[in-house]
């Protein structure tokens, strides 16, 4: 049976150091779409040694970007991958195995995502197996959720689980995932209030308290974080700090005058000691 054609769509903003890897990873396929948010460095230069369909665009989100090149590809089945992923040998080998003997009695391919940090493959804490759906039909499927947290999400159809891993290099080091850490918080925050459904002043404060250290607990004991040596008590350690830091900036932009948004009355953000600081579902 034919395999059917496929589409990878790549976002892309200053990846010179790697994204030649990710290309190199999904270059049998029919179409390379890279949208680039006005790389600075070399990026699109490399790109278009892949690809003659590189789009320079502004930055509008994840969601929003992604779902853009979506809507550049030509064929059905899209890969989507981020500029910091590539394709195993074997997850390479049994996409094209799948495409061509199963594809009609699915929607989309899962697949196990494995993060490389701190010189080493992270095996526990959460961050693997870290199930992505990254493969689909493009008539079923879009990107969704809430930036900077996107996600596949499909109309209709069964999805398979793929036992070949993508391979992941998010952070060079741990400024980058600070600096990451900042900016996501930041997006949270924005977002949180430009939809107006943010949490009360008492519940933020009170996810400050007790948010970071359950996160903490259960990634390094509770997901055996503790079992990838001292770059899992980093990585529960950061994104316990996350989890503090997105509710302390939403915080700052509703109680001081600091944040883009419009602030409030001081006297709004000191809570009643009345109402209970429970955290909130969200």
Same mark, same amino acid.
């Given at each position: 049976m034919t395999r +059917?054609?496929?589409?990878?769509?790549?976002i892309t903003h200053n990846e010179e150091m790697r994204i030649r890897q990710c290309l190199e990873s999904v270059k049998w396929a029919e179409e390379i779409v890279v949208v680039d948010s006005h790389s600075t460095d070399r990026t699109v230069e490399i790109c278009r040694e892949y690809t003659q369909r590189v789009y320079q665009r502004d930055w509008p989100g994840h969601v929003e970007q992604k779902n853009f090149a979506l809507g550049l590809a030509s064929h059905e089945w899209a890969l989507c991958l981020d500029a910091d992923e590539c394709l195993s040998t074997e997850l390479t080998r049994e996409i094209q195995e799948e495409l061509s003997s199963n594809c009609d009695a699915v929607a989309g391919y899962v697949m196990s995502r494995h993060t490389h940090y701190l010189g080493r493959w992270i095996n526990h804490g959460g961050w693997? +197996?870290?199930?992505?759906?990254r493969l689909f039909k493009r008539s079923l499927g879009k990107w969704g959720g809430i930036n900077p947290h996107d996600r596949v999400l499909l109309s209709a159809g069964a999805t398979k689980t793929l036992k070949g891993e993508l391979l992941h290099f998010n952070y060079e080091d741990i400024a980058s995932q600070i600096r990451t850490i900042d900016s996501f918080s930041r997006i949270f925050a924005q977002n949180m209030l430009k939809d107006g459904d943010s949490p009360s002043v008492p519940m933020i404060i009170a996810s400050m308290l007790f948010r970071p250290p359950v996160k903490f607990f259960e990634m390094y004991l509770l997901k055996r974080g503790f079992l990838d040596g001292m770059a899992g008590f980093i990585i529960a350690s950061a994104t316990a700090f996350y989890i503090f830091l997105k509710y302390a900036k939403l915080w700052e932009a509703k109680c001081t005058g600091n944040s883009e948004f419009s602030s409030q009355n001081s006297e709004f953000c000191i809570p009643?000691?009345?109402l209970p600081l429970v955290p909130s579902d969200e």
């Open positions: +059917p054609s496929v589409s990878v769509c790549i693997y +197996p870290d199930y992505k759906l009643n000691s009345s």
